[in-house]
């Protein structure tokens, strides 16, 4: 098999496991493709491969619908952080994480690195109304470059949205997520003392105009390094067999015996 064929195997997993409508799915399209846009609900789960430096990083987007729950412990088995996404605007959506979605990553490492994040803070903050600059220039600027399309009807949105420049009332403070972070620790059985705090692990986003969202995977990218080192090493030391090779030289070896 030629080597451009053959997919690059992650070196680490990270896993964003949340309520529908949380936007979990925006979040890594704002990451990965530097631009916000629509989405419909995942379904069952998708993953997206980030290459960071030498190592490659796998980040799965999981569905938040009931129907697929069962799902989730399945994605979260051996991921190295997981990133528990919240709607500043939605108290349930902060009890949804520690009621239905807490359990699943008892599959994760046992050194699993544990997020708090609650997004759509544009919503709620005018500082993350501010649109990141990239090489220059806005994205809105960038995005004025491109054809216009006709304006077409409406469509209602899959959530209510604000008026321009009104603000929505904030369901879910800091100490809100912090508290719940502390409680992972507790579920987990990690200590306090040996454990990321809790102001450098809950963070608040905004997938629609970037706020934060770089700070938030760059942070775990660097936090899930040791895991990676040491993943490679094991790797090195307890080399895995490459089935193609043996396949190959099985049927070598049993041409040369036929004549």
């Not at 990270?14 to 990965?32: A, N, Q």
């Not at 003392?193 to 905004?206: G, Q, W």
Request: with cysteine; hydrophobic share 35%.
């Amino acid at each position: 098999m030629p080597e451009t064929s053959k997919m690059k195997k992650p070196d680490v997993k990270v896993v964003i496991l949340g309520d529908m409508h949380v936007g979990k799915t925006s979040l890594l399209h704002r990451y990965t493709e530097r631009r916000f846009k629509d989405t419909i609900s995942t379904v069952g789960g998708a993953f997206f491969l980030k290459q960071w430096g030498p190592y490659n990083i796998s980040i799965w987007d999981t569905a938040g619908r009931e129907q697929f729950h069962g799902l989730g412990s399945m994605y979260c088995r051996g991921a190295a952080a997981v990133i528990l996404t919240y709607d500043v605007t939605n108290w349930q959506s902060l009890a949804e994480l520690e009621e239905r979605f807490l359990s699943l990553t008892d599959t994760a490492n046992h050194d699993c690195i544990y997020a708090i994040v609650g997004n759509k803070a544009d919503l709620t903050d005018p500082e993350a109304h501010l649109v990141p600059v990239i090489e220059g220039i806005t994205e809105s600027e960038e995005e004025r470059t491109e054809p216009q399309a006709p304006p077409a009807c409406p469509t209602p949105p899959a959530s209510p949205t604000p008026l321009a420049g009104v603000m929505v009332r904030k369901q879910v403070s800091q100490e809100d997520a912090a508290a719940l972070y502390e409680r992972i620790l507790r579920y987990k059985g990690l200590e306090e003392k040996s454990s990321l705090p809790a102001e450098r692990m809950c963070f608040e986003t905004s997938a629609k105009t970037g706020y934060n969202v770089d700070i938030l995977f760059e942070t775990l990218f660097d936090l899930v390094l040791p895991s990676i080192i040491r993943k490679r090493n094991e790797n090195q030391a307890s080399p895995t067999v490459d089935l193609e090779e043996c396949r190959g030289a099985n049927s070598k070896k049993t041409k040369a015996a036929c004549c």
